[in-house]
């Protein structure tokens, strides 16, 4: 249990590799189109059409899950009492974000023949800027960030959050839900590093924001004692949805039109494999027993 409790990330990765590749091999399609290294989605996918009807079915569907909560929100929010954080000055590194941040949009959207060699590397330094800038103003309101307390922890979201967007790539290769203009003249590997770079921001500049956010105590009031979802056995549960879960994923690649979703939550399935092998869960503490 212990082999598997450490192996946790490792088997969600071949669950997340391996399933879609075996629903396409048991379909009967050819694997070669989703086996290229790197990920290239270059050629967009003859979606169903955009539905009115089904459209507001899911805006009433997600209306409807989301409304307790604001509630509860509007509810508690009179009655909270007004936290006082050790507010400090605007740190000199944020400042440098704010310049980054400036330059790198400005030059992003204007078209300078002496930045036309570079004008496609503009994403990484503007999303630098925007995380500087964003930890920054959490310093200045809360006098603390994760930015300056836990330099190490933020370098090494880094190179997580590349790995972390490049499987969102893999599986968009069964759905291609989006797909890249001009890159066609790339070679695997100038591809491999020119995609990298931008996607190891997507991490740090989610954590930024969530830091950002949570320094605003009204726009989470009354959620910290809100509903606990608590089921007798958590391990059969997990079983059960991690079954399920797996299915959809065998069959993305075969029905890419109906299950295109399980994409953005299939890295919730580490829940589930954390439950089972009793790990502490991302959204909850150590789970019990079965």
């Known amino acids: 249990m212990n082999v598997l409790s450490r192996s946790s990330p490792l088997l969600l990765a071949a669950l997340l590799i391996g399933l879609p590749l075996l629903g396409v091999a048991l379909s009967g399609e050819p694997l070669a189109p989703y086996l290229r290294i790197p990920p ?13 009807p089904v459209f507001i079915v899911l805006a009433l569907l997600i209306a409807a ?26 740190p000199s590194w944020g400042w440098a974000g704010v310049a980054l941040l400036l330059a790198a949009w400005w030059l992003a959207w204007h078209r300078y023949p002496f930045f036309a060699a570079l004008q496609r590397h503009s994403f990484t330094p503007l999303w630098l800027g925007y995380v500087l800038t964003v930890s920054a103003l ?12 836990r330099p190490r922890f933020v370098l090494a979201l880094f190179p997580l959050s590349a790995a972390f967007w490049w499987l969102f ?20 590997w100038q591809y491999f590093w ?11 500049a989610v954590l930024a924001t969530r830091e950002l956010l949570a320094s605003f ?49 299939s890295p919730l399935l580490l829940v589930c494999i954390q439950t089972l092998t009793s790990r502490p869960r991302l959204f909850g503490r150590r789970s019990g027993p079965s």
């Open 40 to 52: 290239m989605t270059t050629e967009p996918a003859a979606h169903t059409p955009f539905s009115w």
């Open 65 to 90: 899950s989301s409304a307790p909560f604001v509630l509860r929100i509007a509810r508690a929010r009179p009655s909270i009492a007004r936290v006082q954080h050790e507010r400090v000055a605007f």
């Open 138 to 149: 959490t310093k200045m309101r809360t006098g603390h960030c994760v930015l300056p307390d």
């Open 169 to 188: 790539e893999y599986l968009n290769r069964f759905v291609r839900n989006w797909h890249y203009v001009g890159i066609d003249a790339l070679d695997a």
């Open 194 to 204: 020119q995609a990298t770079l931008p996607f190891a921001t997507v991490l740090p």
């Open 217 to 265: 105590p009204g726009l989470s009031a009354g959620l910290g004692d809100a509903w606990r979802i608590a089921p007798q056995r958590p391990r059969r549960l997990a079983a059960a949805v991690l079954a399920v879960a797996s299915l959809g994923l065998a069959l993305i690649g075969v029905l890419p039109h109906q299950l295109f979703a399980l994409l953005w939550v």
